[in-house]
């Protein structure tokens, strides 16, 4: 990491601090919605104080309602290298700016957000606030802009040349008392970022470091507004820790440009930020059902993958995607694109037996944009320039991962074709969904890519986005716009448009399952509305107590994916075949089913999700509640949608420790009632968990008979939590339209003319009758 100061007074060794110190002038444009600051680095007190003075410009434009840009340089001069974010990919919102001039201080408004820079002479203060309430949300004061050198240069004749130095542009926000920080992609540390040293540099470093596989230079603050980083490139974050008092982002180079986002609520300022970076896709209705796969370094054949198909059908827990890892492929020859003759010599038809056979609805094959060279692909890609180079213009290669593998060159048209091309080549052959993994340890020295006009440093991060787009693109055009769905690991701003990611490589532990959560929260306040995570955990074997609870926690994620390293994750493994009703399988076959009977619900509130950008599961409590200042703190729970409420457990005994904001929640399971705020504990077995419905729900559900239809107009049954009239739930037709079931002020439903078949209603939760004895102890 960067570190510029030694405490708050002394410069870090061998680095050299220039910050702005005052606001020497300001030039308005009230026909571009801009003002431009210019501000020296010391004081100007006469005219000769102007002369061999670095300057830093900061330029503040109003976006569009609520968002504000700032853009700090030091050298104008610097070429604006790529690659870029792609910004507004729906479109621009119209901006209506406003710069008021009062007194000392000069105002744009964008909307509800305004920023005001202080004039007057020797002060340096620039505050971000509400336009109507003035409230303030963050600041930039004194030595919080500048830029550094690495190392020390002794005088400035030094510079006439670069070769020898770093220079690198910073930003300090100030951080309030209590104030929290949040997001900056799937960090698997405190969900609270204040005190945190935070590295945005995608890295293959599993689920139990401070590294990440999706950097994400978007953060939240609990005050109600956030901070969009625009450059791709690695960010340096220092929270609440090199100063105490506030947050510091550093880039390398001569610029950086931040935008200013307010809410003032975690939806609104959610639903800014993917205005601005983009909304995630529609994801099929089947994508939400139960995937499971091979497992990484086990072995498999079609007889082995019939086997486990046949045995989860068998044991109530029917697949809807079955996935083939990476030994679908001959070793040492990935990526190759050939099914491994020895073991599948019949691909086509053994994928159209599974589906046919009813075993599974869908496939999907793992894939990553590396190139083995004992592989066909290598040779082809390599004698075509597919391939990334180094400066000397040998293909770049390593054996990392793969034997000399060659890394995919996504700046290249022709290569991105038949990048494409291989892909429509697997999905001839039935294939319907793409794992597209790794994509993070993308080099950065002695490469020259095919476009020269980007900085590779910027390409690191931005790779992702490319990678991801090239397949989902693929798929969109075979399936539909709408019925597009890939799996992957890697991820930058933007990516969230391509669903789904999952989160890596994780341990079989508790602490992982704990870590994943942290993860998937913070993917949710980055713009994300879909997230898995590896069911049992990845590495290692999962005790038969971690898998049944991870299969709780996982069936209540937006999808759900059995997988594993060098163990298989199908549950008669796991404990030997217990056929008990606390066993692995029936405990599997359970959670199954709740998610396919909530399907109608989970189904509506992810189209609300895409629409606003808001995370559907894991959903943070601080989105539904952030007047409650604990719902800010709260990294071991989640909600599923607005209404429901989740709590994992993490301890063999089964007890658990949960908290439940202001109001009536009701039990899923038994129909009690709890009131909030306030902090309880419960044991639970290996079927149920704590899981609330929030009050004043319609919760629409299919019938117990119905769990697996994909139909959510039929056989239904309505079930009404604390409701006051005008209560609304909501389902969807077959063709995505939104169908309302409101609660008439009689306490009983409106016009369900919408909905056919059987039509069960429940006023008070849903109807237990046919449910197995639930024992939970309340504590």
């Known amino acids: 990491m960067v570190q510029l100061r030694d405490g708050m007074w002394l410069p870090a060794e061998c680095a050299r601090t220039e910050y702005a110190e005052e606001v020497y002038n300001v030039t308005v444009s009230e026909q571009e919605q801009r003002m431009s600051l210019l501000c020296p680095t010391k004081c100007i007190r006469s005219r000769g104080d102007t002369l061999n003075q670095p300057t830093v410009t900061l ?9 504000i840009s700032l853009e700090a340089t030091h050298w104008a001069g610097e070429q604006r290298k790529g690659p870029h974010f792609e910004l507004f990919p729906d479109g621009r919102p119209e901006a209506k700016g406003l710069i008021v001039k009062n007194g000392g201080a000069t105002t744009l408004q964008s909307g509800s957000l305004s920023v005001t820079a202080t004039t007057c002479s020797q002060i340096f203060d620039i505050s971000f606030h509400g336009t109507e309430d003035n409230k303030l ?23 006439a040349s670069m070769k020898d130095f770093k220079q690198y542009k910073f930003l300090q926000t100030n951080l309030s008392v209590g104030e929290s920080i949040h997001g900056l992609g799937e960090r698997f540390g405190a969900w609270n970022k204040v005190g945190q040293t935070v590295c945005l540099w995608n890295a293959d470093g599993g689920t139990s470091s401070d590294q990440a596989y999706k950097n994400v230079s978007f953060w939240m603050s609990s005050r109600g507004y956030g901070v969009f980083i625009d450059n791709p490139s690695k960010v340096e974050l220092q929270i609440g820790s090199e100063r105490c008092s506030r947050t510091q982002t550093i880039v390398e180079g001569q610029r950086l440009k931040m935008y200013f986002i307010y809410g003032p609520t975690p939806r609104d300022l959610l639903n800014r930020y993917t205005i601005l970076t983009g909304k995630a896709s529609k994801v099929p209705r089947w994508s939400f059902g139960l995937w499971l796969t091979t497992s990484f370094t086990t072995s498999y054949d079609e007889a082995a993958v019939t086997s486990f198909l046949q045995g989860m059908k068998a044991r109530g827990s029917p697949v809807d995607v079955f996935h083939f890892d990476c030994f679908w492929m001959k070793a040492f020859c990935w990526t190759d694109f050939q099914f491994d003759s020895e073991n599948f010599p019949d691909p086509v038809g053994q994928i159209a037996r599974m589906k046919n056979s009813g075993l599974c609805n869908k496939v999907c094959v793992w894939i990553n944009p590396y190139f083995g060279q004992h592989g066909a692909a290598f040779k082809h890609a390599g004698e075509k320039g597919y391939l990334l180079k180094r400066k000397s213009g040998d293909i770049w290669q390593w054996d990392l991962w793969q034997a000399g593998m060659g890394l995919l060159d996504v700046t290249n048209p022709q290569a991105v074709a038949w990048f494409t091309e291989c892909l429509n080549k697997l999905l001839d052959m039935g294939v319907d969904a793409i794992k ?42 075979r399936f539909g716009k709408h019925e597009a769905v890939l799996f992957a690991r890697t991820a930058c701003a933007g990516t969230q448009r391509y669903p789904l990611v999952w989160g890596g490589d994780c341990e079989s532990t508790p602490e992982a399952l704990g870590e994943s959560i942290r993860g998937g929260l913070s993917m949710g306040v980055s713009g994300f509305s879909f997230w898995s995570c590896d069911i049992g955990g990845f590495e290692g074997s999962p005790p038969p107590w971690i898998y049944k609870r991870w299969v709780a926690m996982g069936l209540l994620c937006s999808h759900s994916r059995l997988h594993g390293s060098n163990s298989y994750r199908v549950p008669w493994t796991i404990d030997n075949d217990d056929q008990s009703e606390e066993g692995c399988s029936r405990t599997l076959a359970k959670w199954t089913s709740l998610k396919n009977r909530l399907m109608p619900y989970i189904y509506s509130e992810s189209l609300e999700s895409i629409q606003y950008g808001l995370p559907l599961s894991l959903r943070s409590v601080a989105i539904e509640f952030p007047e409650d200042p604990t719902s800010w703190m709260l990294d071991r729970q989640f909600m599923l949608g607005s209404r429901l409420m989740v709590a994992p457990i993490y301890e063999e005994s089964g007890e658990v420790e949960f908290y439940l904001p202001k109001g009536k929640w009701t039990s899923y399971f038994t129909n009690e009632v709890k009131v909030g705020p306030g902090w309880f504990k419960e044991k639970h077995g290996f079927g149920t968990l704590p899981f609330y419905v ?12 119905q769990a697996k239809s994909s139909d959510y107009t039929s056989d239904l049954e309505v079930c009404l939590y604390q409701v006051q009239p005008g209560a609304v739930g909501k389902t969807v037709d077959n063709a995505d339209n939104p169908i309302e079931v409101i609660v008439g002020s009689s306490g009983e439903l409106e016009d369900t003319s919408m909905l056919s078949g059987r039509l069960a209603f429940s006023e008070s939760g849903r109807s237990l009758e046919g449910d197995e004895m639930i024992s939970i102890e309340h504590l």
């Open 59 to 67: 330029d503040l434009q109003a976006e569009f309602d609520g968002v």
């Open 436 to 477: 597209t993994d790794f994509g993070e340890r993308i080099p950065t020295v002695d490469v020259q890519w095919h476009d020269n006009s980007v900085d590779p440093e910027r390409m690191h991060n931005y790779y992702a986005f490319e990678y991801n787009r090239i397949v989902y693109e693929a798929l969109q055009k």
């Open 694 to 705: 929030r009050e004043n729900t319609v919760l629409v559900l299919n019938h117990r008979e």
């Open 137 to 159: 949300l963050t600041s930039l004061k004194d030595r919080s802009v500048g830029f550094a050198y690495s190392p020390a240069p002794s005088t400035p004749m030094q510079l």
